[in-house]
């Protein structure tokens, strides 16, 4: 822990614990942009006289900048929470403030290889705040992995859908308008997610009460999710709708704060209880901290690698997740080549039912293995 993060008195652990979930979820709200391409690729292709060709090679640079997810995995050992997630906001301020730059027509449009770097950027920047939530949570949850990578994910997949539908709402789909909100709205999330991520000490906790509070955050999620699907079923929203929209999405956002409140006030009279539970924690931590890691305690790069488990996972992600990309990074081309002047609803109910689909997996997991 740094003296910026003192460590919580045992009576808020819990409640510490999840307004670190909470402040991840927000974060993984708005992490998703890589998945936004082909909202502003139709704009960026006019603008700087762009070939197929060549846009789908800054789609290539874009993706190529998660490649690079690997230096903040590196640094997630070495570095607090905090600062992954300031490095992230960051990066994705400066590569999606230059392509903002570029679309508004506030300069005029950058060198092939300049646009390509702030790509690549805009790219990078979210696997520093996906690494920073990540970790922090699998820590504080460990015997809820599962749940918690579930819901984090889950997220992630409806950020692309909250991003597209807002910009909708707000600013009529205009690509300039989505690159500020790509720009701005991580940053500005980051700023407060740095005051509550946090790692907690490893307590035995009530798992009655924590599978009760994820069934809470599920349905939240869910809920979020439903809305998005409802307003994206109206053909021509009015202003009125749309702005009765945006605010009821934020008010669906917050919600989870009920949950750390609730735990706060439920603990705060077990000091005791809760101080001789963290000890014994310990105790069972220093006798088990001897020899090698097994499945599902924290392995060092070097013993993930030699399990075979790390390379079943490995090849699925190399061979299955670049096709979806493949999709979504082409899908403002398919649209017009079908017809379409708007895709935006096409990218947003794939983000919809891809949160479904994570969702469902997170829970089936944790069911199975318990």
Known sequence: MSIFHPPPPPSSSSAVKWLSLVSAVWVQSIAGNNYTFSNYSAALKSLMNLSQLQLNNLSVAKD???????????????LLPSLLLLIGSLEGLIGYGGQWLVVSKTINPLPYWQISIFMCMGGNSSTWMN????????????????????????????????????CFALFSNDPSSFLALLAVVPFAVCLIAILFLRE?????DNETEDSQYFWVLNAIAVAVAVSLLAFDSIPNPTSSVSIIFSIVLLILLVSPLVIPIHSFLKNRGRSGAAAEALLAAEEVAEVEGNGNPVIGEDHTIVEAMKTVEFWLLFVSFLFGVGTGLAVMNNMGQIGLALGYDDVSSFISLMSIWGFFGRILSGSASEYFVK
């Open 64 to 78: 190529l900048g998660k490649a690079f997810g690997l230096l903040s995995g590196l640094a997630s050992d070495r």
């Open 131 to 166: 690494t920073a939530v990540l970790v922090t949570c699998l820590r504080n949850f460990r015997r809820n992995i599962g749940s918690v990578s579930g819901v984090l994910k889950g997220y992630v997949a409806l950020s692309t859908a909250i991003f597209t539908d807002l």
């Open 200 to 204: 907690t000490p490893f307590a035995v």
